[in-house]
């Protein structure tokens, strides 16, 4: 039974979800409300799961003066910080927008700024000209570089123009291929998981 009723119950909400988005019967679309509805309240209840043991793990590295202790005071700290002003006076306070301004964006833009220099050695390494392939992306990619540069436009206008062309015909195929590839995916995922294929969800082997 602690198999069985998962599956049952899955499979259950999945017909209810797919009868509903295709044709519009009252009863069943107060049904899927209600499924809708309690998927909310377990989400926040995972959410507060995933906060508490987010605590007792880093409480332990700080008892236990573990390699990096001091940064699990710092996001203990924040976390409790920006949690109580959010809670307390909520996300359009002065006091949360202070912290969101001056502390999440900061950080959030040194990210950015990290990952530029990853995208920098990834396209350094895929720009290098060892197949046809890569000779073709080499030549696109500078073509399109070039042709959203100020100093571009200024060398030559047609640079403009191509950059266009290759971003609206050969990158929006590209982007329409994996948007496909991947709905079919999640199709084909989501049909598993209803008819009892795929039982990853019950968590461990």
Same mark, same amino acid.
């Given at each position: 039974?602690?198999?069985?009723?998962?599956?049952? %119950?899955?499979? $259950? &909400?999945?017909? #209810?979800?797919?009868?509903?988005?295709? /044709?519009?019967?009252?009863?069943? +679309?107060? !049904?899927?409300?209600?499924?809708?509805?309690?998927?909310?309240?377990?989400?926040?209840?995972?959410?507060?799961?995933?906060?508490?043991?987010?605590?007792?793990?880093?409480?332990?590295?700080?008892?236990?003066?573990?390699?990096?202790?001091?940064?699990? %005071?710092?996001? $203990? &700290?924040?976390? #409790?910080?920006?949690?109580?002003?959010? /809670?307390?006076?909520?996300?359009? +306070?002065? !006091?949360?927008?202070?912290?969101?301004?001056?502390?999440?964006?900061?950080?959030?833009?040194?990210?950015?700024?990290?990952?530029?220099?990853?995208?920098?050695?990834?396209?350094?390494?895929?720009?290098?000209?060892?197949?046809?392939?890569?000779?073709?992306?080499?030549?696109? &990619?500078?073509?399109?570089?070039?042709?959203?540069?100020?100093?571009?436009?200024?060398?030559?206008?047609?640079?403009?123009?191509?950059?266009?062309?290759?971003?609206?015909?050969?990158?929006?195929?590209?982007?329409?291929?994996?948007?496909?590839?991947?709905?079919?995916?999640?199709?084909?995922?989501?049909?598993?998981?209803?008819?009892?294929?795929?039982?990853?969800?019950?968590?461990?082997?």
């Amino acid at each position: 039974m602690r198999r069985e009723v998962p599956i049952v %119950v899955t499979f $259950l &909400a999945g017909i #209810l979800f797919l009868i509903d988005y295709f /044709i519009k019967i009252p009863v069943i +679309s107060g !049904v899927v409300g209600e499924f809708e509805t309690w998927a909310v309240v377990i989400a926040a209840f995972a959410l507060g799961l995933g906060a508490a043991n987010l605590i007792r793990i880093h409480l332990q590295k700080i008892i236990k003066k573990a390699d990096g202790w001091y940064n699990s %005071v710092l996001l $203990l &700290a924040c976390m #409790l910080i920006v949690g109580v002003s959010g /809670i307390g006076w909520g996300q359009q +306070s002065s !006091v949360y927008e202070f912290f969101f301004d001056n502390l999440f964006v900061p950080i959030n833009g040194t990210m950015f700024a990290l990952l530029a220099f990853y995208l920098a050695s990834a396209s350094y390494r895929a720009f290098r000209i060892r197949t046809p392939e890569a000779t073709v992306l080499l030549i696109a &990619a500078t073509i399109v570089m070039i042709g959203n540069t100020t100093l571009g436009q200024a060398i030559w206008g047609g640079f403009s123009k191509y950059s266009g062309w290759i971003m609206g015909v050969f990158n929006t195929a590209g982007m329409r291929g994996i948007m496909i590839g991947a709905s079919l995916g999640a199709i084909v995922t989501s049909l598993r998981i209803i008819f009892g294929i795929d039982r990853s969800y019950f968590g461990g082997q």
